[in-house]
């Protein structure tokens, strides 16, 4: 289930990267809104620091190209389906190429709050094209290891209400009204994102982690799994 | 060609494209003044040109930050906000949307820059395909003299300079520019190329471009589309006013 190295790509090799150089282990937390995620990445950052290595995390949306735009354009509320997607995607090829890249090369472990499967379950929950955005983002590097936190929809409902207190409109779909008002869009609208990544976890090696156990248990689960990598 | 969706609403999507200095925009700003003398509701688009993507286009481009598949993507994100807010509506209404430039730029410049071409004709596989796609072919020497004659300073990556084909910005936008045409002209088959003659006389040129919209279109024009009153014109400018 866990892949060893050299790192390879999906299918779209990138420009003047030569793969033997990237020493580094590519580790990829995923999971739908709310499940959990950063918890678990900050809680294994500071062990793998603590054993010795060094890690860059990174996570969706905070590239130094598009990370600025992509947050701009979502507060004015104006982003098509296709466009968010892209817009995404330039941000995960900038962030690939700047720094995941780079820091695989100098050795780090990257650890990374989503990749590219987020990114395309969001696209195929609003109706994309399944093949499409697998190839638009096939110039990805296949990671050692994916932790896909799996949650049924209504645990993720009560973690957004103890936990934030409020529905987000783009967490709950409301760019594309699946539901009437915050609530039935977002369930509607998970419900999807769940299906999608669930229907990818095979494909793409995903190693599925039950999101209803404790964060202890949960870190505990990874750590076990991460340890085996190096 | 089967990479684009058919366009199956009531308006038309024209495109133009070739090389810089090949004289496209010239041509297509007097094809829809043309259209719009005959009241046609006539809208246009360029390309690079979406409000949303503009500003970090521009200070990507600014701190040279782009790789080939990052300028590729952005172009594509910007091309995509263009079409799901403006073109598509507009088609939808019945409109003549008049685009410069369009997928085809990507298919050729974003190859040279290294991208394959198979990855990005997937990435523009949402994009309606045109109902007319004109190519103006243009001798490099040609547009290169264009080029320099009209404007004082070539811009970074307009000259292709991320390429590292030369050092001199003039002779990397020669060999940029060359390579772009070689594209261009070996798509022309696979996308449905109506190729024109840049060459000839600018009146020429928009005869030859009016007769293939006329022959292509002209049931369409006379019909389906969206077509304007004198009365809807003048309440429609007198509204642009207010805004």
């Excluded at chain 2, 701190?63 to 403006?86: G, Q, W």
């Excluded at chain 2, 198979?118 to 003299?145: D, H, M, T």
Aim: aromatic residues 10%.
């Amino acid at each position: 289930m866990l892949l060893k190295p050299p790192l390879t790509f999906y299918s779209e090799p990138l420009a003047g990267v030569d793969q033997d150089e990237l020493q580094g282990k590519l580790i990829v937390i995923e999971g739908p809104d709310s499940v959990g995620r950063s918890t678990q990445v900050a809680r294994l950052r500071a062990w793998l620091e603590h054993e010795g290595h060094a890690v860059l995390d990174t996570g969706m949306a905070r590239g130094a190209l598009a990370g600025k735009g992509i947050s701009q354009a979502k507060d004015g509320n104006l982003l098509g389906p296709i466009t968010m997607t892209l817009f995404y995607a330039t941000d995960f090829a900038d962030r690939l190429e700047n720094e995941i890249i780079p820091a695989l090369r100098a050795g780090f472990v990257v650890l990374t709050d989503r990749y590219i499967y987020s990114l395309m379950a969001r696209a195929i929950a609003r109706g994309e094209d399944r093949i499409w955005i697998e190839r638009v983002a096939s110039f990805a590097l296949v990671p050692h290891a994916i932790y896909y936190l799996r949650a049924e929809v209504r645990d993720l409902v009560t973690r957004v209400v103890l936990g934030r207190g409020s529905f987000d409109h783009w967490e709950s779909g409301m760019d594309m009204r699946f539901g009437t008002d915050m609530h039935d869009s977002f369930i509607r609208y998970q419900t999807r994102v769940i299906r999608a990544l669930d229907r990818m976890a095979k494909r793409y090696n995903f190693v599925v982690v039950d999101a209803a156990k404790t964060p202890d248990q949960i870190f505990k689960e990874l750590q076990r799994s991460i340890a085996k990598l190096f | 060609m089967p990479l684009l969706v058919p366009n199956r609403h009531r308006g038309k999507l024209i495109v133009v494209e070739g090389i810089d200095g090949s004289g496209k925009s010239t041509q297509l700003s007097l094809l829809s003044q043309w259209l719009r003398s005959q009241r046609i509701a006539v809208a246009f688009s360029e390309w690079n040109s979406s409000p949303l993507v503009r500003e970090t286009t521009r200070r990507a481009k600014k701190k040279n930050m782009f790789t080939p598949v990052t300028f590729s993507l952005i172009h594509a994100t910007d091309f995509a906000d263009r079409l799901e807010r403006y073109i598509t509506p507009l088609i939808k209404a019945g409109a003549v949307v008049c685009a410069d430039r369009y997928a085809y730029t990507a298919f050729a410049r974003d190859v040279v820059r290294g991208v394959s071409r198979k990855w990005v004709r997937n990435l523009y596989k949402f994009a309606v395909r045109p109902n007319l796609a004109f190519y103006f072919r243009v001798p490099l020497e040609v547009a290169i003299g264009r080029i320099l004659g009209g404007r004082n300073a070539i811009k970074y990556y307009e000259a292709g300079m991320d390429l590292e084909l030369s050092r001199n910005v003039e002779e990397s936008f020669r060999i940029f520019q060359g390579r772009i045409l070689d594209e261009y002209e070996a798509m022309i088959q696979e996308v449905g190329f109506h190729v024109i003659d840049a060459t000839g006389s600018i009146e020429e040129q928009q005869q030859q471009m009016r007769d293939i919209v006329m022959q292509e279109l002209g049931q369409n024009l006379r019909n389906g589309i969206l077509r304007a009153s004198q009365g809807d014109i003048d309440a429609a400018q007198a509204a642009a006013h207010i805004l």
